[in-house]
């Protein structure tokens, strides 16, 4: 049983996060602590919400000049991936910038409603170890209105409407856009992977 | 009235259990007395649900303000749906898409075809409380989605209970102006109503009870039965 410190940015589903953490054997500790942070073996940035309030929290807390800096494995989930980039165009929130680009959102139409919400394929586009045993075609939970374009840092992607960033790898630092607590067998996997890092 | 007579179906955990491995893609856990009653769901039930699901969880009965869904949220689910409530005060589904984002906010739709027009009923739950609301279907729909709403999950009631397929025309009228996600609920029976429903009504998804408790229908035989007429489904 390891500990993994999850970043508190404010959003209030973490529950369910934590439970599949506790399935695979390890303790989430929900933190905002740059201390508890810095020492932890990993740590997960999740977040439900919009960029800015997310931003707003981590920096009243220092964390926005602390994240960065981390050099442990560092896996950003859904609003976590997109804290990753330069900025986002929600609320036109300045974001972490540890990955060049901004993230964009997504434009609905009559048969594609945004946000995004469902199961949907992913492609991938360069193995890692954080998508070992995860072919393409792979099904996993998406909810969100703003993505990543594909870049250099991405990993795998996922069509709606235009083809974005499900997953990437940059450095020390792994994220995807997906759900991996909420995407079945698949997502444990993904997490699972993530803890074996 | 469709709803007289729930029947107790079995250990709560033990039927997320096995619809997790059965392989839905979501599930819906409704407290459907607890509007009527004047309570709200109970939290201890959703905490353990969700320590056992890897799926996404929506959870609705009796919430109210946004403390009720953020503790409903902290237990574990992903989203809230609201029906009665918002029907109350609808600046209840603004006050939760703002602070939670309209990706977690569902608001349920209870309606019936009433001198030929489709028309909202309250506190469902409850036989002898159920009422009309007073409002048309169409313009709720149209007025929730205003309001901050990230999905629909529209109930028809005629429908409802009676497995001889989900109302078709009606959800086709609701699709045609409904931009988020629309859920289709009641009067699923058969294999053909779900792969009906996909087509005909273009919905994101289709929401079953009583057929999968009962296990007339098992979820990887409708699947597999979705797949084969060419209607994308996850494995």
């Given at each position: ?78 609003l976590g991936l997109q804290l990753l ?113 | ?14 039927l997320a259990a096995r619809y997790r ?215």
């Amino acid at each position: 049983m390891s500990q993994v410190a999850i970043v508190d940015g404010g959003g209030a589903n973490i529950a369910s996060l934590m439970f599949a953490l506790e399935r695979l054997g390890h303790e989430g500790v929900l933190t905002t602590d740059a201390g508890v942070i810095r020492a932890a073996p990993r740590v997960i940035l999740p977040g439900v919400g919009a960029a800015r309030a997310a931003m707003e929290r981590l920096a009243a807390h220092g964390l926005d000049r602390l994240l960065p800096t981390l050099t442990q494995p560092v896996l950003g989930i859904c609003l976590g991936l997109q804290l990753l980039f330069e900025g986002s165009e929600e609320d036109d929130a300045r974001c972490l910038g540890i990955i060049p680009g901004t993230v964009r959102r997504l434009e609905a139409s009559p048969d594609r409603p945004v946000p995004h919400m469902g199961w949907n394929q992913l492609t991938v586009t360069r193995p890692v170890p954080l998508l070992a045993g995860i072919a393409s075609g792979t099904h996993m939970y998406f909810v969100h209105s703003y993505a990543a374009d594909v870049g250099a840092a991405t990993v795998a992607t996922t069509d709606y409407g235009r083809p974005f960033t499900a997953v990437l790898a940059h450095r020390n630092f792994q994220a995807c856009q997906f759900h991996p607590e909420r995407s079945g067998p698949a997502g444990a996997r993904v997490l699972a992977n993530f803890l074996a890092t | 009235m469709q709803f007289r007579d729930h029947r107790v179906v079995g250990g709560i955990i033990e039927l997320a259990a096995r619809y997790r491995d059965e392989g839905a893609d979501e599930l819906v856990f409704y407290d459907i007395t607890a509007s009527p009653e004047g309570r709200s769901v109970d939290r201890s039930w959703i905490r353990r649900v969700a320590g056992v699901l890897d799926i996404p969880f929506c959870v609705a009965g009796g919430i109210r303000s946004v403390a009720d869904a953020e503790s409903v949220l902290n237990a574990g689910a992903d989203k809230v749906s609201i029906n009665s409530p918002a029907l109350e005060r609808p600046a209840l589904i603004t006050e939760l898409a703002r602070r939670f984002g309209s990706q977690c906010v569902v608001v349920g739709i209870d309606s019936r075809v009433e001198d030929g027009e489709y028309r909202v009923y309250q506190f469902t739950g409850d036989p002898d409380r159920t009422r009309a609301s007073g409002l048309g279907t169409l313009e709720w729909v149209d007025r929730v989605q205003e309001l901050g709403a990230g999905e629909i999950v529209l109930n028809c009631m005629n429908q409802d209970g009676v497995r001889r397929g989900y109302d078709l025309a009606q959800l086709a009228a609701v699709r045609a102006r409904c931009r988020v996600p629309l859920i289709a609920s009641g009067g699923a029976g058969a294999p053909e109503h779900f792969a009906d429903v996909f087509t005909t009504a273009r919905v994101d998804g289709a929401l079953a009870a009583s057929v999968f408790h009962s296990a007339t229908i098992r979820i990887p035989a409708l699947k597999a039965y979705l797949r084969d007429r060419g209607i994308e489904v996850r494995p």
